[in-house]
């Protein structure tokens, strides 16, 4: 039975819109969610908010474009993320897919920080320095790839305590770098944003919530997601730099200089592998989405998954995603091998790497409550303790509290970076 009767009014929530070509992205910002659709699309959306039925949008289509429209599945898929509301059905509860978020992009974030001002931080002549650096860098690599730490230097036999509040402190530094960069590039385009603590997957992370970007030219979203990357590729050639110029015999770091120097450069480079896992919302995730012009290509694979997966149960699909551009679900069905594949190395070196590392310090712990001899002291184990199983049980935390609201309350297509 149709939902949208063809005599029925539709209630359209008012949306922020941006065109781009022959589709346009639709906004509820407060809510955080963006869909994109073919104009002729928000067409039929504007006819029945300026109070036509569903019948008189339809017959207006078919004079306008000489096809029928399917604009019941249309408007039952926009129903479900929020933008419609069913004839007869309560407005009070939040769609399937509008969790809250944590903190909405239409409350101040950087608004201090004029986008004026921002735009001359992300203007050609410093993007070319950054150019600059990063080539200069990738030249002193390749004239000398032994520079680039192995990933012993992260280890530490003795005085870890001061060692790993030393990295630590250096590496949260580059971090907030990192997403200052985010918030520059957001205030250039517009767009409010804030720094906030998250998780991908089971890692706890800081990230930037600029939802509004996608309401933004591609070329301003484009930069907002890969803005910290660059700023870290800047940094680690800066660290790279130092190492090769004492390398090179134009300056002495010292030995203990030069292993803060070193880690710290590792950290930069993991932080930037990172970034390329693009399974899940990193900085090249988003750059991904939007070059396939999918503005949630994760919840609608994981969307196109679960009814995979209700089918071969024999069940109806859980979710209607008539509404999704025919390109955009080829872009959908060719991620879910990068999904599937990027869970399975996720879930391996969960298993095989950091379990394992989490085992042998806590059997450090142990040891030392039980009288035994340790290979650390009780302010290494502390530090162990605090700065390793405390962020890793604080990830694991907020990654089963995100499991459980994306049973209960769906999953949201906001946009933050790390």
């Given at each position: ?7 029925s ?11 781009e ?20 699309g ?15 949008a ?24 929020g933008f ?18 944590p ?12 986008p ?82 998250s ?53 002495a ?9 070193a880690?710290?450069?590792l950290?930069?480079l ?7 896992f ?34 071969a ?29 990027g ?41 162990v ?5 405390g ?22 297509n ?5």
């Amino acid at each position: 039975m149709a939902r949208f009767e063809p005599h029925s009014h539709v209630a359209v929530r008012p949306f922020a819109r941006h065109h781009e070509g022959e589709n346009v992205t639709l906004g509820l910002v407060d809510q955080q969610v963006f869909v994109t659709i073919p104009v002729e699309g928000l067409e039929i959306l504007d006819t029945l908010a300026a109070g036509a039925t569903v019948g008189d949008a339809a017959r207006r289509y078919e004079q306008a474009h000489g096809e029928t429209a399917d604009i019941d599945d249309f408007l039952d898929a926009l129903a479900q993320v929020g933008f419609v509301q069913v004839p007869g059905e309560s407005d009070e509860a939040p769609s399937p897919t509008q969790s809250p978020a944590p903190s909405s992009p239409t409350e101040p974030g950087f608004r201090w920080i004029s986008p004026a001002l921002a735009r001359r931080a992300v203007s050609a002549p410093v993007a070319g320095l950054c150019a600059i650096a990063i080539a200069a860098g990738l030249g002193m690599f390749a004239s000398d790839p032994g520079l680039v730490p192995g990933a012993t230097v992260l280890v530490f036999h003795e005085h870890l305590a001061v060692w790993l509040a030393v990295v630590c402190g250096v590496s949260a530094g580059g971090v907030i770098i990192h997403e200052f960069g985010h918030v520059i590039a957001a205030r250039a385009a517009g767009v409010p944003a804030r720094v906030r603590i998250s998780h991908r997957l089971w890692f706890m992370v800081a990230e930037t919530d600029m939802t509004g970007i996608w309401l933004a030219p591609k070329r301003s979203r484009q930069l907002a997601f890969l803005a910290g990357s660059i700023l870290d590729a800047v940094g680690a050639s800066a660290l790279l730099g130092l190492l090769w110029a004492e390398h090179h015999g134009w300056l002495a770091l010292g030995a203990t200089l030069r292993r803060v120097v070193a880690a710290t450069l590792l950290s930069y480079l993991l932080r930037l592998l990172w970034q390329c896992f693009v399974f899940v919302r990193t900085d090249f995730y988003f750059v991904l989405a939007t070059a396939l012009d999918c503005k949630n290509l994760l919840g609608d694979t994981e969307d196109l998954l679960r009814n995979w997966v209700a089918r071969a149960c024999g069940r109806p699909a859980t979710v209607n995603q008539s509404a999704i551009p025919p390109r955009e679900r080829r872009a959908i069905r060719a991620y879910t091998l990068v999904w599937l594949g990027g869970r399975a190395i996720a879930l391996y070196s969960l298993i095989f790497a950091a379990l394992p590392v989490l085992v042998g310090y806590g059997a450090e712990i142990v040891r030392t409550a039980t009288g035994g001899h340790p290979s650390y002291d009780a302010a290494d184990l502390l530090s162990v303790l605090v700065l390793v199983f405390g962020l890793q049980l604080a990830g694991f935390a907020l990654w089963i509290r995100t499991l459980y609201r994306s049973r209960t309350k769906g999953v949201s297509n906001d946009v933050a970076v790390q």
